[in-house]
C-alpha cells in the first residue's frame, strides 16, 4: 500500500518542475534581451540612444520581413534555408532592370523571381514530396551560383528613387521599418483572425489529421513557400534600395542562419505546431542588438559570426530541452 502511494505522488511532483523549467526556458530569451541591452548600454554610451536604436531596427527590418515567413512556415512543420540565395538572386535580377527598365519594373521582377523560387519550393517539398532540407540546400546552392552568373560583380548606380526609398523617414521612422512592422502585423492578424493560422498549427501538429479533417495539406505547403520565397524577394529589395547597390557575391548571405537562428529563439519547435510571432520579433530584435553592441566595442566581424553561431546551437539546445520536457509530460 505504501509502495502504491509513493508511486502515484511521483508524477503530481514532478508537474511543478517541469512547469517550472518550461517557464524558466521561456524567459531565457526575453531576459537575455534585456540583460544585452543593459550590458551594451554600461559598456558604450553611444548604444542605448534613439538614432543607434532605431539603426538597430533598420537593420534588422530585412531579417525581420523574412523571419515570419519563415517563422509560418516553421510553425507548419517545413523549413527553407535558401531565403539568402533567393534574396541574392532577387535583388540582382531587380538591379539589372533598374537602369534597364525603371524602378517600378525592376521591383516588379524582383518579387516575381523571389515567388519563382518559392513555388519551385513548394511544388518541390508540397506537392511531390521531396525533403525539405535537401531541396532548399540545392536551391541554396544554386541560387547563390545563378546570381553571380547574371552579375559576376557588383551592380551599383541605381536610380536616386531607390537609394531615397530606402533612406526615408515617415514620423522619425525608416520606410524599411515600416515595411518590417506591417509585415509583422499581417503576420499576426493571419495567425489570429484567419482561418488559415489555424490550418498552418493543425498542419504543424499532425499533417495526417489535418488531411482528414478535410484541410488541403499540400496547397499549404505549397503556399507557404510561395510566400516565404516573395518575402525573401522584399527582404532583398530592402536591402538593395539600403546599400544602393547588389553585391551577388555578399547580398543575404548566411541570412538563412541568422533567420533560422531568430525563429528557434522564438520558441517554435522544429516539428512546428505551435509558436508565438512576438517571440519570433523578440528574437529577431535580439538578434541586431547583439551584432549592434559588439560593432560599438569594435569586435572583428569573425567574432560576430561566432557569436551568431553560438546563439543558434544554444537556442536549438533550449528547444530540445522543451521538446524533452513536453514529451516527458505525456
Not at 35 to 42: E, K, N, R, S, Y
Request: glycine content about 14%.
Amino acid at each position: 500500500m505504501t509502495e502504491v502511494l509513493a508511486t502515484s505522488t511521483r508524477p503530481t511532483a514532478a508537474v511543478p518542475l517541469r512547469s517550472g523549467l518550461l517557464t524558466g526556458i521561456d524567459s531565457i530569451m526575453p531576459v537575455a534581451t534585456v540583460g544585452l541591452m543593459v550590458f551594451f548600454a554600461v559598456r558604450e554610451s553611444a548604444f542605448l540612444t534613439a538614432d543607434n536604436l532605431l539603426l538597430v531596427a533598420l537593420q534588422s527590418a530585412p531579417l525581420m520581413v523574412v523571419a515570419v515567413g519563415a517563422a509560418l512556415l516553421l510553425m507548419c512543420g517545413y523549413i527553407d534555408l535558401s531565403v539568402g540565395s533567393v534574396i541574392a538572386v532577387s535583388g540582382v535580377c531587380a538591379g539589372l532592370t533598374f537602369n534597364a527598365a525603371g524602378v517600378p519594373a525592376g521591383v516588379l521582377v524582383g518579387l516575381c523571381v523571389g515567388l519563382a523560387f518559392g513555388v519551385l519550393n513548394g511544388l518541390l517539398i508540397g506537392y511531390l514530396g521531396l525533403s525539405p532540407i535537401i531541396v532548399t540546400l540545392g536551391v541554396l546552392a544554386a541560387g547563390r551560383g545563378l546570381a553571380q552568373v547574371l552579375s559576376p560583380d557588383s551592380l551599383y548606380g541605381f536610380p536616386d528613387a531607390v537609394l531615397e526609398f530606402g533612406s526615408a523617414r515617415v514620423l522619425g521612422v525608416a520606410n524599411l521599418v515600416w515595411i518590417a512592422v506591417a509585415v509583422v502585423a499581417l503576420g499576426g492578424l493571419v495567425m489570429a483572425m484567419l482561418p488559415v493560422g489555424r490550418h498552418i498549427v493543425a498542419v504543424g501538429v499532425n499533417s495526417r489529421a489535418a488531411y482528414l479533417s478535410g484541410i488541403p495539406v499540400r496547397r499549404l505547403v505549397f503556399g507557404m513557400y510561395a510566400l516565404v520565397g516573395l518575402l525573401s524577394a522584399v527582404g532583398g529589395l530592402m536591402i538593395v534600395s539600403r546599400l544602393d547597390s547588389a553585391p551577388s557575391g555578399t547580398l543575404g548571405a548566411g541570412l538563412e542562419i541568422s533567420v533560422l537562428t531568430a525563429v528557434l529563439l522564438g520558441g517554435i519547435p522544429y516539428s512546428g505546431g505551435k509558436g508565438h510571432l512576438w517571440r519570433v520579433v523578440l528574437g529577431v530584435w535580439l538578434m541586431g542588438i547583439l551584432t549592434n553592441g559588439i560593432t560599438l566595442m569594435n569586435v572583428s566581424s569573425q567574432l560576430s559570426q561566432v557569436l551568431t553561431g553560438l546563439v543558434l546551437v544554444l537556442a536549438a539546445a533550449l528547444e530540445g530541452i522543451r521538446s524533452w520536457l513536453h514529451r516527458s509530460s505525456h
